[in-house]
């Protein structure tokens, strides 16, 4: 049986518009790095504010 990750031991990152911390999703394993932002809405605020 495989080995279960616990929610608590996956990394963490803080999103640059709300500052809410967000969690690493399987969709962001190629680029975990190059992540900022929680969500598309945060995303489309940050890109909003900076036009």
Request: aromatic residues 10%.
């Amino acid at each position: 049986m495989a080995k279960r990750i616990e929610k608590s031991d996956l990394p963490v990152k803080t999103c640059l518009v709300c500052e809410r911390p967000f969690v690493w999703r399987k969709k962001w394993a190629k680029v975990w790095d190059e992540v900022k932002y929680c969500s598309d809405a945060c995303r489309a605020q940050r890109n909003s504010k900076v036009g």
